[in-house]
């Protein structure tokens, strides 16, 4: 018979282990005793099909249990639409071979803005798989976070990014001579070569950016990209750019501009200033060189990630937890050859 422990052992065991394996068992348990593939399975089953969720593809509460696959993983039938299902179809993580476990770590990963070679190495998954999985969860991450509303002082500034192609191989004919990797577009001003981000951040840290178009920006851009995002009883703060002054008093919200040098401004007792949103490209900028080169088609889910991040002023934990809960649960069907096939500069 296999030696299992009660707790009662497992605490005298416990006690016996040097004070570093000590250290190194209480360091794990917090985080990984809950993401065991049962448990991940338990809490699919719970989320997207028992109570009042019923079947996946239709709704209907006539489910049944419908036997358990090789792997443990347990199969559903609809009365109502006799389509058979599992816990996680029509989710992030349907049609791929790996466990939910792995899943859960590679979110971790995610949540401490690992490479893709060190998720790979983490998770013991190939490149490829730890580059469609990163776009799996950024593209679901993309449909359930979709705009915040940014209220209160929002400074809002934009900042850009070299154009890069990477990544488009199929009939992708480059509109240019391709750059020798590792440097940047030579190009000096605001060429077709770079992307505008325009971003904005609030006093109480909330964050949205999203790619425009290239070159310079508009108010064209600038109303597409922060419609509904800044409340109309904010204080927008920007530099001198027209094309800020245009959106503001069009969404009736009260402006506040610099001057040429960017100086903070006084208005009415109160400093405003644009170093808040200064900083936060800077923060972008760091997180962004952690992947070396991002392709401009998946600059905007990298803007995402970057948002999830940023606006999470929860613990690491918290975090986790909704990563976990969303991502898992979220109704999505992505296949990893759809990946690909967005446009390769911004569509606006
Ligand atoms: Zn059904």
Not at 224 to 238: E, H, N, Q, R, Y
């Amino acid at each position: 018979m296999a030696d299992t422990l009660n707790l009662k052992e497992v605490i005298i065991a416990y006690r016996k282990l040097s004070f570093s394996d000590q250290a190194a068992f209480y360091a794990m348990v917090p985080n990984d005793f809950c993401l065991t593939d049962g448990n991940l399975q338990s809490f699919l089953i719970e989320t997207r099909i028992s109570a009042d969720h019923g079947c996946i593809y239709c709704g209907s509460s006539h489910v049944v249990k419908n036997g358990i696959r090789k792997d443990g993983t347990q199969r559903f039938l609809c009365r109502d639409c006799k389509k058979s299902f599992l816990p996680t179809s029509e989710s992030v993580t349907s049609r791929t071979r790996k466990t939910l476990s792995v899943w859960a770590s590679y979110l971790k990963c995610m949540l401490d803005k690992k490479t893709l070679r060190e998720a790979s190495e983490e998770c013991g998954i190939s490149m490829s798989t730890a580059f469609s999985w990163r776009h799996k969860i950024l593209d679901a991450l993309h449909e359930i976070n979709g705009k915040v509303l940014l209220d209160g002082t929002v400074e809002a500034d934009e900042t850009f990014f070299d154009v890069s192609y990477k990544g488009n191989h199929k009939n992708f004919e480059l509109p240019r001579e391709p750059h020798k990797r590792g440097h940047s577009v030579r190009t000096k001003g605001l060429s077709s070569e770079k992307v505008c981000v325009p971003c904005a951040v609030n006093d109480a840290g909330f964050s949205y950016a999203r790619p425009g178009k290239t070159g310079k920006v508009s108010s064209d851009c600038i109303k597409k990209i922060f419609d509904g995002v800044i409340a109309p009883g904010a204080v927008l703060c920007t530099d001198n750019e027209k094309a800020y002054a245009g959106f503001a008093s069009s969404q009736g919200i009260r402006l506040v501009q610099t001057d040429t040098d960017c100086r903070v401004t006084h208005r009415q007792g109160k400093a405003y200033g644009i170093q808040r949103i200064n900083a936060w490209h800077s923060r972008l900028k760091g997180f962004l060189h952690r992947f070396r080169g991002v392709s401009t088609k998946y600059l905007e889910n990298y803007l995402v990630w970057n948002d999830v991040l940023e606006n999470s002023q929860r613990s690491r934990e918290e975090v986790m937890e909704l990563l976990l809960s969303q991502i898992l649960t979220v109704r999505i069907s992505l296949r990893n050859r759809d990946i690909p096939c967005r446009p390769p500069l911004p569509a606006l």
